[in-house]
């Protein structure tokens, strides 16, 4: 067994021992059993409390298929060492059964992510999308009733997002302002008639895109295949505090797909003992616990969120959008600067050294020139005259408004996941980009005043082949 295998293996490990919240004296003595068999020695351990669940299941998941399925029985035999396998205990075994043999482990994933500000739940399961899929639509539109109660009887909450958002839309307006301006007393009219139009129009793939990628950090979602989402625990690692989550992709329907999941739990689980919410809405009242409670947090967290970039260069704007911050203290040049380094990161950066050689230095003035070009006409839709702008290849007026940029953007740091990513950096290879997702862009037009992907604009069109 590789050394890698070995210290997911010891993280797995923890996991499951730590899950009931019980460190049981047969679970230890297994787990010494468990080291001494796949020769774990302490520096490995010590590596293992670095690794996160979801970065543990991945090195596993590679190794041959019969380490898996031996590795799968002695997690399985591990969890029971103490005669009990708790709920929290099972959800981790599902998603190692489902990862570890070879008939689920291309349609599951698992996903670690820095415990967000807002609780989630591990009684819910989420059906998840990034693009409209009709069939499985239909399929929950037309069984809806038959899949909640499915979901009901185990114990679980299905959450369909289009559902949450008729719910709201069905709030009395009135009630739904009151209710908002009492929950966050701090935002402004406008900003809850946003929240409202928001909630109550909310689509599975808007859901998907803006508050789990954007504002909970999963970015592996961002083009995800229809499936069911769920909780799976809480662990730490390198001296952080992780959320795990699974996500099976939908096979076939979504009511197979979820009594599959439910069957492999039910025969893990040694309790039959659970508890079924039964809350409803009556008149005159206004639903706030549950994924009702979370979906309003998330809406208004304001901090740790991976935030989409709204340029509006007629009005000299550039905001970050989920939280409704604007960078401020950024002049034209910078703006403008700040919006051909976005634009450039797609293709790996711009790089302002000079190469010794003179067969090179060629192709890097022309290379230089056309980035200029491209500086000048963005420079000029921020409202500048094209033959004022500054000239990038000098470092006496490029590094002031690069440093300008770096300190803008820090002092929003705090309102992002990892603010790194917003801000310019030189790499390895002399190029400085801006390592944010083409997803994440988004530019004003100046025709319709709508919102369009940064890539698909009137902008990017006229500037791409220069």
């Not at 998603?95 to 739940?121: K, Q």
């Not at 679980?156 to 009492?182: C, E, M, R």
């Not at 911050?325 to 450039?344: D, M, Q, S, V, W």
């Amino acid at each position: 067994m590789k050394k890698s295998e070995r210290i997911a293996l010891a993280r797995i490990c923890t996991d499951l021992i730590k899950a009931d919240s019980v460190i049981d004296v047969c679970e230890m003595e297994w787990y010494a059993d468990l080291k001494e068999r796949y020769r774990i020695i302490k520096p490995e351990e010590t590596e293992a409390a670095l690794l996160t669940f979801a970065d543990a299941c991945t090195t596993l998941a590679k190794a041959s298929e019969q380490d898996r399925l031996q590795m799968l029985k002695d997690f399985g035999d591990l969890t029971l060492s103490d005669g009990f396998c708790a709920k929290q205990e099972a959800l981790l075994m599902i998603a190692l059964h489902y990862l570890l043999t070879d008939d689920d482990r291309d349609s599951c994933e698992v996903i670690s992510i820095e415990s967000p500000a807002v609780r989630i739940e591990n009684t819910q399961i989420i059906y998840i999308e990034t693009k409209h899929h009709q069939r499985f639509n239909s399929e929950i539109h037309d069984n809806y009733r038959q899949i909640s109660k499915e979901a009901k009887v185990s114990g679980f909450d299905f959450i369909y997002i289009p559902n949450i958002a008729g719910h709201y839309k069905s709030t009395p307006s009135q009630l739904f302002h009151q209710v908002v301006s009492f929950i966050a007393p701090h935002l402004s009219d406008a900003d809850i008639d946003s929240l409202v139009d928001h909630l109550s129009h909310m689509t599975t793939s808007e859901f998907c895109k803006d508050q789990l990628c954007n504002k909970l950090g999963m970015r592996s979602l961002r083009e995800s295949n229809p499936a069911l989402l769920l909780k799976i625990g809480d662990s730490f690692a390198n001296q952080k505090l992780y959320t795990n989550f699974l996500k099976i992709d939908v096979i076939g329907s979504i009511l197979e797909t979820l009594q599959v999941f439910l069957d492999k739990l039910s025969r893990m689980e040694s309790s039959d003992t659970m508890v079924i919410k039964n809350i409803e809405e009556s008149e005159g009242q206004f639903l706030y616990h549950g994924f009702y409670k979370q979906l309003f947090d998330i809406y208004l967290l304001r901090s740790s969120v991976r935030s989409s970039i709204v340029i509006n260069p007629f009005k000299e704007i550039i905001e970050l959008a989920d939280i409704h911050i604007p960078i401020n203290g950024l002049h034209r040049r910078e703006k403008a600067l700040y919006t051909l380094f976005l634009i450039e990161s797609r293709a790996g950066g711009i790089n302002f050294n000079q190469p010794e050689s003179v067969k090179n230095r060629e192709s890097y003035n022309k290379r230089i020139k056309q980035i200029q070009e491209k500086y000048n006409r963005i420079y000029e839709w921020f409202g500048g005259e094209a033959s004022k702008a500054p000239n990038l290849e000098q470092p006496e007026l490029r590094r002031p408004m690069i440093s300008c940029i770096k300190r803008c953007i820090a002092l929003v740091s705090d309102h992002l996941h990892h603010a790194d990513d917003y801000i310019v950096s030189k790499n390895s290879f002399g190029h400085f980009n801006i390592n944010l997702e083409p997803d994440l862009l988004f530019i004003i037009d100046p025709r319709t005043e709508a919102k369009v992907p940064l890539f698909e604009s009137e902008l990017y069109k006229r500037i791409k082949n220069l």
